[in-house]
């Protein structure tokens, strides 16, 4: 008898039963009366199983610091568009809050990247070549472009806000100067930021996550937005939240549209894990803050009070949405089900439409 690492997998095998006068009855010989011929089904009815209970693919390997990324990737996005419009608008408080808002959620996330990578040099390896086809090569360039950006604009923030005091010397000047196209950098790669994130997941074999790839990019825009703008109305005087007040619930509004027509257009059954379990509540948690969110920035936006408690609302709803994601896309990687059967309703929408001739269909 041979063993290998493989054995930990199999089940046990059950006690073989003992012939008995050295013969072996025939199934289907007879009944318990010993006349006619039993009814013994040969082919028993499928199930979604695999061999040795194994999913059909892979569940990434994604925790919570990935979660934190898509998330706070959001924020960062979001918040340096809002400087930009805040810059052009002249509302200097809301331009400088929200800078600093884009450098510490691009910084912290870049390091939850970097957390889950294992090893920060992976990330620099990232950035040996461009592939248009890869999102991953795609993204870390995006991010590298938008933290430069956001890097610059929010230094020189900083060093305003310390009364010059940063060791810069002559760069001080230089800063002053470019700190306005760099935030306006920044906000070109702000949409990009936010979305990139949902091309990611949704270009793999995981069946919630690929059924939801044609509206996926919307979701995460729209809670970038809604975030941000929650994340302004808690920093912010009341005074001059008017824009992130409009940019709050405009994302609510597109993150629940968004959200509707994605499960309308996902295959029903990969659909599931989005309602089911641990992530199916935090997406529901996440509708309700979102509403209640942008009730609270549309109603109270000028109460103090109320405009942060809304913009609490918000930036949970929003991490909520990235949470309740990524899990529910890992729970239909670890299911043979969510692979298997939307594979099967495809192969028969091809045979309906009558493409029976190719790689994928048969004629039957």
Known sequence: MTVSDFDDYRPPEPPRRRRRGGKRRRAGAGGKDGGGRGEVPMVPEAQFSTYYGRPVIKAPPWGNPIAAYLFLGGVAGGSALLGAGAQLAGKRALCRNSRLAALAAVGVGSAALVADLGRPERFHHMLRTFKPTSPMSVGSWILMAFSIGAGVSGASEIDRMTGSRLPLGPLRRLLRGVEGPAGLEAAVFATPLAAYTAVLLSNTANPTWNAAREDLPFVFVSSASLAAGGLAMITTPVGETGPARALAVLGVAGELTAVRIMEKNMDPIAAEPLHLGGPGKMLRW???????????????????????????????????????????????????????????????????????????????
Not at 293 to 298: D, E, I, K, P, S
Not at 300 to 321: D, K, M, P, Q, Y
């Open 286 to 364: 996440s509708e309700r803050l979102a509403v209640a969110g942008g009730l609270g920035a549309l109603f109270g936006g000028r109460n103090r009070f109320i405009a942060a408690a809304a913009g609490v609302s918000l930036l949970g709803a929003s991490a909520l949405t990235r949470f309740g994601i990524l899990r529910a896309g890992i729970a239909s990687a670890e299911d043979p089900r969510y692979t298997i059967e939307p594979q099967k309703n495809r192969l028969a929408a091809r045979r309906r439409a009558g493409i029976t001739h190719d790689s994928i269909t048969t004629a039957g």
